[in-house]
Structures are given as C-alpha cells and as structure tokens.
Nanobody, 119 residues
C-alpha cells in the first residue's frame, strides 16, 4: 500500500518561502489516475486543500493560494514538493500530503508536519 511521509523545516520566518517534501513509498507517483494533494490545517481550524499534482504532472491550485503556491515532483526520487512563498503567521499549520483517485478523494495520508511561521 502507498505510504506518504512529509518532511521539511518546522520553523519559517515571515516573508520567506516554505518548502516541504512528501516522500512516497509502496507506489509510483506516476501511476495512472493518482491525484497527489497538499492539505493543511491551521490551529483551531478545519482542513484546507491547497492544490494537487496528478499522475501526468498537471497541477491545480486553490484560488486563494494560487499566487503563492507551487507543487512539483521529482520522479527519480518518487517525491512531491510544495513551496509557499511570502509566508505570514497565517500560514502556520500542520501540512499533509495525500493521495486519491480524484479531487476530494483521499485514500492515504501522510502523518503531517507542523510548520510555524514566526520571527
């Protein structure tokens, strides 16, 4: 079964770029019909879908984050990456990667990684 593991710095300063990696095992990120999402949960709030990259490499982003977010992949390492630029304390959240067979379809999740934006 597919397993996902997020990694990256736990503390980012305001105005900098947040960069996270999701390492996938048990399956290829290029497997047909898989949709790989990034989702976050700010403290005390619900889950927020940020964007995804599909098996073909196409991407889709939340309109509210599109101007600051970039999702890419490294097929040689079977990894996904997330970058969020110009972060503010409002970007403080637990960040998750997840996989499914379409939008809003999540069959497996990573354990999540806490990112705090603070000077």
């Amino acid at each position: 079964q597919v397993q996902l593991q997020e990694s990256g710095p736990g503390l980012v300063k305001p105005s900098q770029t947040l960069s996270l990696t999701c390492t996938v095992s048990g399956g290829s990120i290029t497997t047909n019909y898989y949709y790989w999402s990034w989702i976050r949960q700010p403290p005390g709030k619900g889950l927020e879908w940020m964007g995804l990259i599909v098996y073909s490499g196409s991407t889709s982003y939340s309109p509210s984050l599109k101007s600051r977010t970039s999702i890419n992949r490294d097929t040689s390492k079977n990894q996904l990456t997330l970058q969020v630029s110009s972060v503010t304390p409002e970007d403080t959240a637990v960040y998750y990667c997840a996989v499914g067979l379409g939008y809003s379809d999540y069959r497996a999740w990573g354990q999540g990684t806490q990112v705090t934006v603070s000077s």
